[in-house]
């Protein structure tokens, strides 16, 4: 089973949820759909230090 993290409801769901456009995923876990906007975060910070360089 797939989990996503819904934008719009702030909360996590089971692959039969919102449309794909409104949501980030596919997680392997329902711990990891629970951590997709810290984990992108992490990403775009890192992302913006590495573009200064």
């Known amino acids: 089973m797939s989990w996503y993290y ?3 409801h702030q ?4 692959e039969l949820g919102c ?3 409104e949501r980030m995923g596919p997680y392997d876990t329902e711990a ?7 984990r992108a975060k992490e ?3 890192a992302f913006d230090a ?3 360089q």
Do not use: M, S
């Not at 909360?11 to 089971?14: L, M, T």
């Not at 990891?32 to 810290?38: G, K, Y």
């Open 6 to 8: 819904c934008l719009v």
């Open 11 to 14: 909360r996590v769901e089971p």
């Open 19 to 21: 449309p794909n456009a």
């Open 32 to 38: 990891e759909a629970e951590q997709a906007l810290e």
């Open 43 to 45: 990403r775009n910070e």
């Open 50 to 52: 590495d573009e200064d």
